[in-house]
């Protein structure tokens, strides 16, 4: 755990106010309208629904959204026995990431695109922003751009696909739920042992409650700020901490 707070600038203070504002955050209605109903659209479409998202939330990043949406290899109908996660594999510099997922026409599924969507974006940003080595995005932050990417969906739907609008709104608290739940259990476990093994679970707490903070906080400008990290993560998390204790 030593390492992995150490990879993150993360103090032991920020991850305990995370944990703190994560059980604030915890949903108390976790109704899931069914999130493996077949709503009867297709993988392309989902693709296309989460890139006009994208563009619609963060509109300066319109350029990278699109470059990703008409270049990025994929296959999001993918063999769910072979590969059981959807995933974003970095390629390198110059080439879009490959994405990856098993689409089976349901709200999860839906979701599911856009989070890999925000990772391909987050991807190529990095490329053009030259990320140095001292600021390669952790894993906190790369799953809160997903988490972003995640948000503009409910925002894009919400207002241009209203039939799709509460279903993936479910699905996202369903989601959230887990995070800030049994998620958060084990991450409050963990940071308690300096020798726990590292478990990628542990980024999707905090990550989870910084993307709905830089939201509110910034906007159009939520993604783009989380990339530049211009402030630590523990600074984040406290200045959400101080936000959302009361
Ligand atoms: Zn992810």
């Known amino acids: 755990m030593v390492n992995w707070m150490d990879a993150h600038n993360l103090s032991a203070i920020a991850c305990a106010q995370g944990l703190a504002v ?19 659209i297709t993988e392309v479409f989902a693709w296309r629904l989460a890139y006009l998202a994208f563009e619609f939330a963060y509109p300066s990043l319109a350029d990278t959204a699109r470059t990703v949406y008409e270049e990025a290899p994929k296959c999001l109908l993918a063999d769910s026995v072979k590969y059981p996660d959807p995933f974003t594999y970095d390629l390198g510099r110059g080439t879009p990431p490959f994405v990856s997922s098993h689409f089976q026409g349901n709200f999860h599924d839906v979701m599911s695109i856009a ?115 211009e402030q630590s993560l523990s600074d984040l998390i406290s200045a959400c901490y101080e936000e959302w204790q009361e």
């Open 22 to 40: 994560a059980r604030k955050l915890y949903p108390s209605e976790k109704t899931v309208d069914n999130p493996k109903h077949d709503l009867g």
């Open 115 to 229: 989070h890999e969507f925000g990772h391909a974006v987050q991807i190529v940003q990095s490329n053009n922003i030259k990320l140095t080595q001292s600021k390669s995005l952790p894993p906190v932050t790369r799953e809160c751009c997903a988490f972003l990417s995640e948000l503009s969906l409910l925002l894009y739907t919400s207002l241009y696909v209203v039939p799709l609008s509460q279903g993936l709104l479910f699905t996202w608290e369903s989601d959230s739920s887990s995070y800030l739940g049994p998620i958060a259990d084990v991450f409050e476990k963990d940071i308690a042992d300096e020798n726990s093994r590292y478990d990628y679970r542990w980024n999707y707490p905090l990550a989870r409650i910084l993307s709905v903070w830089l939201v509110q906080n910034y906007g159009v400008e939520a993604f783009d700020f989380a990339m530049h990290q």
